[in-house]
């Protein structure tokens, strides 16, 4: 049995300069549709033209090209990340939140590679 329940939902984290300039390259390259931008947040999210997968993308002054993280959706992120620790899994962190819209918290597997969980507080 898996440590933990990820739901049928991913989204790929790039970083970006301007998020709405890199939304409007996607659109208009690959089809993509922009679901929302939450300045406040500095992010952005577009559905894929795969089911259950999204494109996020996070503004940052020195984006690194090449940085990616998946993102995988979760009903509870703190009982997931709790069973994770107990296994000895690293995070980076403390849990980050945007009140009304997710919680997330980036974790690392064996070989250092950044994932993270997400769970979704909109209500939707």
Excluded at 112 to 119: C, I, K, R, T
Aim: charged share 25%; net charge negative.
């Amino acid at each position: 049995m898996a440590l933990v329940d990820v739901d049928k939902t991913i989204t790929i984290a790039l970083s970006v300069k301007d998020r709405h300039a890199s939304a409007a390259w996607y659109q208009k390259t690959l089809g993509f549709e922009a679901m929302y931008h939450a300045d406040e947040a500095g992010w952005s999210e577009l559905q894929t033209n795969t089911d259950g997968v999204n494109l996020g993308l996070g503004e940052h002054t020195e984006p690194v090209p090449g940085n990616c993280v998946p993102v995988f959706g979760v009903a509870d992120l703190d009982g997931a990340r709790g069973r994770m620790e107990a296994a000895d899994i690293k995070f980076d962190g403390p849990t980050d939140v945007v009140e009304g819209m997710v919680k997330t918290a980036t974790f690392y597997d064996p070989d250092g590679n950044a994932l993270m969980l997400a769970q979704d507080l909109t209500g939707a």
